[in-house]
Structures are given as C-alpha cells and as structure tokens.
C-alpha cells in the first residue's frame, strides 16, 4: 500500500464519497434525528469552535502517544531478550502464553481502582493492549532474523552494541511496524472507552456528551472527526513504514 | 598486470618466520563429535589457498573458527603470530597487538538487507577501521564497488540486486576493509556458471590489486584449482583412531594434504583452463577426493 499513489487516494476518495451517498439515502429513508443528514452533520461539524475542537484532539492524541510510548518503553526490552536468548525466552514465554489472551479491556475496571478515573488509568489501559503485542511481534521479528546476518558483522570485531545496531534493531524494527499498524485500530478503540469517565476532554468525551445533550448532528460531527484523526494516524504509520522499510520492498 | 604467484613470491622474500596463517592442533566439532583435526599447517603470506575436501570433512569450519564464528576449539590459530578465534580467545589487542582484521564472505553473501549496497560496505568499514575519518572510509566504500563493476548501483537494496551482485558487495565489503586475511566460504557455489567465473576473475583482480592471505573453501575442483596457489585437501569420512593411524601413514601430514599449484597460479586466468596442468591438476584432485584416506602418492 503506497499513500503516494494518486490510483489509490481515488479509490479511496471513490469509498469515501459512495460511504456519504449511502448516508445520505439511509437519513432520508428513516427521516428520524437519529440519523441527520450528511450535510447537517458537515454544517455542525464547521460551526465547531476551532479552539476547543483541538484541545479535544490534542488530549485524545497525547493520550494514544503516551500509551504507546509506554507500552514501547515495556514492550521492547522483554522482546528483544526474547529473541536474543533462548533462556530468557523460557523464562517469559509462560508468562505471555498465560496473560496475552486475558481480554485486556475487562481490566478496565480494576485499572480505574488502582489508578483513579485520571489520566493514569487511561494511558495505562491504552499500553495493556499493545504491550503484549509488542512483545510478541519484537520477539518473532528478532528471532526471524537469521544466523548468517550476525557472522559478517562478527568477523570484523563488532562488539554487542554494534551488533544490536546493525541487526537486531532494524530486524526487530519491521515487525514492529505491522504490529503497530494493527494494534492501533484496537488502541483507537480502548481510548474511546477510557474517555467516556474522568475527563472532560477528549474525542470520547465529547462524542458523549453530545449523546447525552442529544445533539446528534455534533455527535456524528465527533464521530467524523475521531475517524479522521485515526485515518491520519494511519497514515503516519505508512509513512514511517515508507521511510523506514524501503529495504522491503 | 602484476601475476599473482610473482607477487605472492615478491612478498615471500621480506616473510619473518611464523608469518603467514598457522594452524596447531586445531581441532573442532559440534556437539563433542569432532568433525576436522587436528591440523597442523603454515601457510606463507600473502597468497591464495583454496580448501578442498568432501562434505562433512569439516572445510567450513576451518574458516568459521579462523573468523571467530566458534565459540570453541581445541589448539590455536593464528596469523603472523597474533592469535585468532575471536571472543576471549583473540587477546591480541588485549597484549598491545592490533587484533587481526578479517574479511569475511559467506556462502550466502551475509549482507545486510536493511542497508543499502554502499552502506553496507560503509557499516563493515566503520566496525573493522573505526579510528580512520570518516571521509576516508566513504571513499574506500565508494572505490571498491565501483571496482567490483557496481559503479550507480551503490544505493540499492540488496533484494534489488542479483545473486552475482550482491556477491560483488560482499567481495568489495571484504576488501575494503584492507584485511590481514580473507576467508571465504564456498562464495560462487549458488551462482550460475557464466556469473561464477566473472566472479572468479574478478576475485582474482581484486586480490592481485591488494594482496593477503586468502582461505577459500570450495567443493568445486576446478575452481581450487583455477584460483589457488597451494590446495589444501581435507579428508572426510568418520574419524576413528584407525583412521588417523591411516593419516598418519599416509601423506596427509598434519591432517590435510597440501598440493603445490604455482605452476598454474602463474598463467593468466584466460589460458588456465586449457593448459594441461590443470587437467593435470584437476584428474589428480578428482582420484584424491575418491580414494579419501587411501591416498598415498603425492602428484
């Protein structure tokens, strides 16, 4: 997939614009405030204040930002020992064998008692999903990388960190990517969740608080834009698969 | 254009004892099942040596501990004196010697796919020659793919490169770094014929242009024969008491069999195939590599 290819923005543009007919059809059809719409959604969407808009993105992104830092700052570490050493590996692989299908968002709760209803609670919920993904996408990546790759930069003297460098990081790099670019849909979701309580700001919050003042056109409005920023993210991650993959291919 | 056996022997004149590549009692294996040893040699310097031998008899393993790929092996290696091995065994640097600098070539080229070609030589140079600047290592890079023919295709991937040129990397890579020996591991034996010999030839310019010891192991007779100056042929088979009773009766003193090759080193690469020496030289290697231990006669 190549963002850069004009062939596949108009396929894209193409969905896009057939997702908005289909909208338009269904809110004539059931006639119902429920379903404004298109173009009154787009009208609440531009009256927005542009100010407080951002702030809810800004607080939403930074939430989904520090998330993932902290689950990279947890995740790598364990993974790269993982693949490294076999006896780490025996080690930890039980403990990811046993906790990665334990559904991460019915610790919801338990994270809110431990962690308050504050931003704590919902950057560390956002880190549970990915961590263990992480994990087992760096391992599988560094053991992927083969023996041989090692031997060359061995002959010539390189020492642990030269190896770590030149080999594992950028082996342990590109499934990192796709792990990414998978689990950010689920972590766009968890963030949904963490911000329906505590906050008063945030793409979740205001998507339900306009529920609740039964301000539908501004609801779908926050729908809308909570897409976008998760479009755009998506794009990032192309971008730095782009920049960063080349040798891919 | 300098031949290589004159320029070996040119250099051989200001050869100080124990120079060259040495082995003593080498032995190694996997597992506590020996696969090669032991061997004693000394091998002057510079010059080409192809290391010929059947499956099992342990070739490519020579060449592993040589570049401290083996985390352990029973006797020494060394090169002019200064141990090899790698790991705690190459205490060279550690007893103010410089350690001894290694240009490796794999079977499977070994470079890496996340680098483009000049960075990959542009890596290995800053591990093997980290006090030289920078600038200097980017043109030694640059200067030896475009000798290797790889002039304006410096900044591709590996995947986008051919087998044969991506071999070409890891040969420019390997001398780039100016190595005090070059080992390579059946380094052709994936290539097709035509690309194999383009690669011979130009293994050969590329040594002449900077000559080292050179290990190079190979399974192909008449490729031993065509690139090197001695052949050193390794037994196989099992290894039993009985067995090195044999070796030692017969002429495989200190574990291999070294068959002088100068005659032909001397030709130019073009004539070698046709002279007679080299059916000469191959129809004796082909009866060697039949017969194993039995062999007596020296050629």
């Given amino acids: ?249 | 254009m300098i031949d290589q056996a004159a320029a070996a022997r040119q250099a051989q004149g200001e050869r100080i004892p124990g120079a060259g590549f040495a082995a003593r009692g080498f032995t190694a294996g996997y597992g506590g099942v020996p696969v090669i040893g032991p061997l004693g040699l000394d091998l002057p310097e510079p010059g080409i040596y192809t290391v010929l031998g059947p499956s099992g008899s342990g070739k490519s393993t020579l060449l592993r501990a040589a570049a401290g790929l083996l985390p352990d092996f029973g006797g020494s290696l060394a090169l002019g004196g200064r141990p090899l091995g790698g790991g705690r065994r190459a205490g060279g640097a550690a007893n103010g010697q410089a350690a001894v600098r290694v240009g490796f070539v794999p079977q499977n080229y070994g470079l890496l796919p996340w680098q483009t070609a000049i960075r990959n030589v542009r890596t290995a140079l800053r591990i093997a020659r980290p006090e030289e600047p920078r600038a200097v290592r980017e043109e030694a890079a640059a200067r030896w793919l475009e000798r290797v023919g790889l002039g304006g295709l410096e900044r591709r991937y590996p995947r986008e490169l051919s087998g044969g040129q991506q071999q070409r990397v890891a040969i420019a890579r390997a001398f780039a770094v100016r190595p005090d020996l070059l080992l390579l591991d059946e380094p052709f034996s994936a290539l097709d014929a035509v690309t194999r010999e383009g690669l011979q030839r130009l293994l050969l310019g590329s040594w002449r242009a900077q000559p080292s010891t050179m290990l190079f192991v190979t399974h192909d007779v008449e490729e031993a024969v065509l690139l090197g100056r001695r052949i050193l042929l390794l037994p196989g088979g099992a290894r039993t008491s009985d067995d090195r009773n044999r070796a030692e009766a017969s002429s495989y003193k200190g574990g291999l069999l070294q068959i002088d090759n100068e005659a032909l080193a001397e030709l130019p690469f073009e004539d070698k195939r046709d002279s007679d020496k080299f059916q000469e030289q191959t129809r004796t290697l082909r009866r060697l590599l039949r017969e194993g231990w039995e062999a007596t006669d020296e050629p």
């Fill in chain 1, 1 to 249: 997939m190549n963002p850069n290819s004009g062939r596949f923005v108009l396929r894209l543009l193409a969905v896009f614009a057939a997702l908005h007919v289909l909208w338009a059809l269904l809110s004539a059809l059931l006639h119902r405030d429920m379903l404004p719409s298109p173009l009154a959604v787009y009208r609440a969407l531009f009256v927005l204040d542009g100010a407080e808009t951002l702030l809810h993105i800004g607080t939403s992104l930074g939430r989904v930002f520090a998330g993932i830092g902290l689950a990279l700052i947890l995740g790598l570490l364990p993974g790269l020992l993982m693949g490294r050493s076999p006896h780490w590996n025996r080690l930890l692989d039980p403990v990811v064998y046993l906790t990665y299908p334990v559904p991460k968002i019915a610790l919801l709760p338990v994270a809110m008692l431990f962690l308050g209803l504050g931003e704590a609670s919902k950057i560390v919920m956002i880190a549970l999903i990915l961590v263990f993904q992480i994990v087992i996408s760096v391992r599988d990546g560094v053991k992927a990388i083969p023996a041989h790759t090692y031997d060359v930069l061995t002959s010539l003297g390189a020492g642990r960190m030269e190896r770590f460098l030149h080999a594992t990081l950028p082996g342990a790099l590109s499934s990192l990517l796709s792990t990414l670019r998978i689990s950010l849909g689920t972590a766009f979701s968890v963030l949904f969740f963490t911000e329906i309580y505590g906050t008063e700001h945030g793409m979740g919050y205001f998507i339900m608080d306009a529920w609740l003042r039964l301000d539908y056109a501004d609801m779908y409005a926050g729908i809308l834009l909570f897409s976008a920023v998760g479009f755009a993210l998506f794009l990032l991650v192309d971008l730095i698969e782009h920049r960063f993959m080349k040798w891919r291919g």
